[in-house]
C-alpha cells in the first residue's frame, strides 16, 4: 500500500519561513512527478508547484521567487520550502505524485497518490 505523508506543517508569523515534507512510502518502484498543491478555506485547491524526477521544477505565479520546490529521490521525500510567508499563504498544503508500482509478474500501474494535507497558518 503506496502511502505520502506530509509534514512539517503549523504557524508561522508573517515574513517567516517554513518548509513541508512529503514522504513516499510502501511497496512501489518509483516516483514521477511529484506537486504541491494548496486549499484555503472556501476556496478550491489550486497547484503551487512541481518538480520532475529529473529535478525541472514550475511554479505559480503566487510562488514564484519565494518558494522552492526540491526533492531527494533516495529517500523518496519530496519538500517545499516556502519563505516571506503572508496571510494569503495560509491553507492546507497537500502533496499529490505519481508513483508507478508493480501489479503482478510484468505488470506495472503508475496512479497519482495525495497525502492527507498538512495546515500551515500564517498569523501574528
Known amino acids: 500500500q503506496v502511502q505520502l505523508v506530509e509534514s512539517g506543517g503549523g504557524l508561522v508569523q508573517p515574513g517567516g519561513s517554513l518548509r513541508v515534507s512529503c514522504a513516499a512510502s510502501?511497496?512501489?518502484?518509483?516516483?514521477?512527478?511529484m506537486r504541491w498543491y494548496r486549499q484555503a478555506p472556501g476556496k478550491e485547491r489550486e497547484l503551487v508547484a512541481s518538480?520532475?524526477?529529473?529535478?525541472?521544477?514550475s511554479y505559480a505565479d503566487s510562488a514564484k521567487g519565494r518558494f522552492t520546490i526540491s526533492r531527494d529521490n533516495a529517500k523518496n521525500t519530496g519538500y517545499l520550502q516556502m519563505s516571506s510567508l503572508s496571510p494569503e499563504d495560509t491553507a492546507v498544503y497537500y502533496c499529490?505524485?505519481?508513483?508507478?508500482?508493480?501489479?503482478?509478474?510484468?505488470?506495472?500501474?503508475?496512479?497519482?497518490?495525495w497525502g492527507q494535507g498538512t495546515q500551515v497558518t500564517v498569523s501574528s
Open positions: 518538480v520532475t524526477s529529473g529535478g525541472i521544477t
Open positions: 510502501g511497496s512501489f518502484l518509483s516516483i514521477g512527478l
Open positions: 499529490n505524485a505519481l508513483i508507478r508500482a508493480s501489479r503482478g509478474s510484468l505488470i506495472t500501474t503508475s496512479e497519482y497518490y
